[in-house]
């Protein structure tokens, strides 16, 4: 494609920035259309409803996003985001027992959503090289069924519909995308779409935390608690900017989600596999009331298979693959996305190419995340992926419950699969020559009996009664 005379993104949440930001370098201009009045600084607002639950930027999405944004992560931190360093600066019980806290060779970004939106949001508009059209909603593709030619927007206010044009959109509004229904509207048909759906719902409340826990105590997650046959139940308790802890609750289908304040001690007390969420946050002054969210299917569209995609037309962000939040990935996938788009629009690659490289760039997020939920109890699985179906799948679990078990006591072990969740490598790292021998040679650590907190930690959270365990 030569180069975008005007490039039009829909949406812009976290892909559609970094998407418009990308796009800015190699377009004649860039219009973001975005259906809320975008606020002028780090508040929640109605189009991402997921921002009031626990966000985690793995290092891989904050390399990408701080090459595309350089100063990004620092300005972060500078706010009050916790730079956790894997699996040092985080305690972590899985289903096969405690995480050793080995030195970190891996990182993430803690800290509110409204936080890390805004400060992303300013690193792009700041430039004043991108347009926004905002309280405007996308109604429709403008064009046919060989190209689209722009959108059509209805004005939150006025109601009035109006026509952009552009040689190239980018569709980046999320998970409720209405692609499938706008696509029609051109007489083409939808892309091939995997589901895997754990069924996992979230509930989050704010803490205020006690002095010195966001900065010198470790993020905690009790994750995966679940037996056979059983929904799996997590917590998590995130340090996040103004002296705070983000705490999110969550189980897959089959479970039952805190709706009121009373049933978060309550769940955090019974459903997780320790007590030890339930008792930081049993004596915390709660800050806000129960938020519930239950947008955590996996679901991936193919439009780089599709034989009359559109030109001029592309996806990106959720709206292309949408993860189980647990694992952490969409925000680095967005960022994946907007890179892969950088380089193909440098080469000056087709509508074509540039879908088929952001489809290969959410590949590893996808696979990691929906071969782990086909495992859970429930699970509605609607996919064509290969690697998802069929009888090896319950080998590959297996497979991949050893690698975790191992994980927990072998630094050489733990420091490969950390590479792999934080998306610094690919999942095909595991099946290695090099990683197969790792695994048979490393003597592990013994394992843990409880949380390996040391006992200054422990006197910042008062939990005295807890033994001190070693930490590696
Ligand atoms: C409960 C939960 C927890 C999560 N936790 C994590 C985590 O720990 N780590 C992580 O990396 N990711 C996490 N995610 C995923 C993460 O929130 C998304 O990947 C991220 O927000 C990027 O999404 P997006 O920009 O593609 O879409 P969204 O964030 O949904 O943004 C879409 C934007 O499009 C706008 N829009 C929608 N329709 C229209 C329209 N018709 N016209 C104009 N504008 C429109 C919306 O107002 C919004 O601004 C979580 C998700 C959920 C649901």
Redesign the pocket.
Known sequence: MSRPTHAVV????????LTAHVLARHAGSVTV????V?PDGPEH??????????????SN?ARVIDELLPGTTGRLLGAGARRIGFQGDQVTLTVRGWQHRFPPTQFAILCT?PLL?WTIRDQVLSAGRISVHQG????DLCGDGGRVTGVR?RDADSGETTTVEADLVAD???????LRHWLSSLGVAPPEKDVVDAGIG?A?RLFAAPPGATTAFPAVNVGAFHREGEPGHFGVVYPVEGDRWLV?LSCTRGGTLPAHEDEFQAFAQTRLGHPLVADLIGSAEPLTPVFR?H??ANRRLYPERHDGWPEGLIV?????T??N??????????ARCAAALDRELASGGTTRRMQEAIGAAVDDPWILAASKDVGYVNCRIDATDPRLIGEHTVQQRRFADSIIDKSLGSPGVCEVVTDVISLSAGPAELGSSNFLALMAREKPYPKLTGPPLRSDELDIVRLRAYESVPTA
């Open positions: 829909m949406g812009g949440g976290l892909a559609g920035m259309v975005e259906r809320d975008l607002r109605r189009g991402v409803p997921q921002a009031h639950h626990a966000h985690l930027l793995w999405g959503r939106d405007a909603e996308v109604v927007v980046a509004t999320g998970r409720a995308s209405g979230y989050t999110t969210s947008s955590g990106v962000g959720d709206s292309l949408a993860f939040p647990v694992y952490g990935h969409g925000m680095s996938a967005a």
